[in-house]
């Protein structure tokens, strides 16, 4: 990963606080684990609820997490004032998800100032063996947001 | 759309049954509410839980949706014996959601035996007044499934 | 398709000085057939030097056109100074491309002021006969455009 | 890169001989220097008839070469007697394209025996500064091709 400049020293401080209002995150069992500038990596334990009717995780889930840790990486970059917002993203199933822990990390790609292109992987581990199960890429649009 | 033929005559019921399987549909609270050879139909009443730091719906919640519907418009025109798993699905997020309920609605496009190419919407009801908030295209790939 | 207001009453001029600068799309043949606010459709005969290995429309003429009636149906609705370029695109492949004349059709779905969201559709004509190959969609970046 | 295994040993002649067949690839000029399993890059230099009204590179000049470098690397790895037919690209535009010579160099992410998830990159070099200006996702459909 190319090594990015943050615009805002508190961007960790500033995306803690906004884990708060991510309600579908926490409903889900999401937690983030590393933030730095340009990269977001976050971590959950897999039970029933995060699966689908062949037994493997949900492409909900696994869209979900990709959409969480691709938007915070981009949000890392971002001056004091500015947001950012999925414009689109494409995901690559590549495998089926079976496993006890699923993992997924956003990175920017490009930061720009009305976009920001963002790329992101998640994984399974099951018995200590981690595998890969999807690749994204998203268009992050920059926002105006006070908060 | 075009009108395609189920061949499975079992296709609804076929599919009321697997929802059970679905869990993390059942954790949203979405719920099918069409089903017609080629097209599915969703819906669930919004509350905090499917939303974001913003106030708007999680585009992990939009991703869910979409890929259940188009999953299971592809799924009515397989044969018995057959299943499908998204290979992509590629989301544009055209509006922020905000409103009392969303709407998914899943369509197939292009039929194959190996792959079946799939278009989905999603919308938002506030007041009375529907606004789409997502169009999204997927490659739903055949599989073997004896369930 | 929606009913587009241009901000700028000469863009349908404004687009034909521009295709002199089109280098490719003239190496290609490719000609403009309509330009409305919001939608762009062209069209070009198909010859050998159009095709791939197993003789069908290359995957690459079928993404151009794609690119250039999506981009220009994006420039109908920018005002005066300001231009776009292709930020993403993503084209489904549906059906093989094989017949006499390729027609693409570009449409905004949702102007921004920042991104503009694109559809595209490409069809072979064989015998009189109109078929889909392929669908698209596209994110279109609004620039500053002086020219 | 994975360090893939091609099944058919001829896998660089096989494809040397079905360039021949390649035209829009031949009316572009864009050759192959590199082809293993499982990875293909080529090259051209670039001139007028490669450009937008901007000056650029034509995007539809980035999606070709990306879908050809990814196609011939999924083929790569397919056996004796297969093909394969792009069923979905999608290609981030990082940057505008200013250079004397274009290298696109595409990737096999994960083989299958239906469908193989394949990546790309471009890049433009200008006074001897190598700059990448877009990445692509491709899904290839395998075919039987006797060919």
New interface residues.
Partial sequence: MENFQSKDPNFETKIKQ???????????GFDLIDIQAGLVKGEMMLS????????FV????T???L??TM?FAAYTLMPVGK?V????????????GDGEKIIAIGEV??PGS??V?T?GRVFVEKNGIRKQIA?A?A?M??IE?S?
Same sequence: chains 1, 2, 3, 4.
């Fill in positions: 906004r884990l708060s209002g991510q309600h579908f995150m926490h409903l889900m029933q609820k995060h699966l689908q009717q062949y037994g949900h492409g909900g889930v869209a979900t997490i959409d969480i938007g947001g917002v999925t414009a689109n993203i494409s995901i690559d199933y590549l495998n089926p790609e490009k009305k976009m292109f790329t690749t890429r268009v649009a920059v947001a908060q």
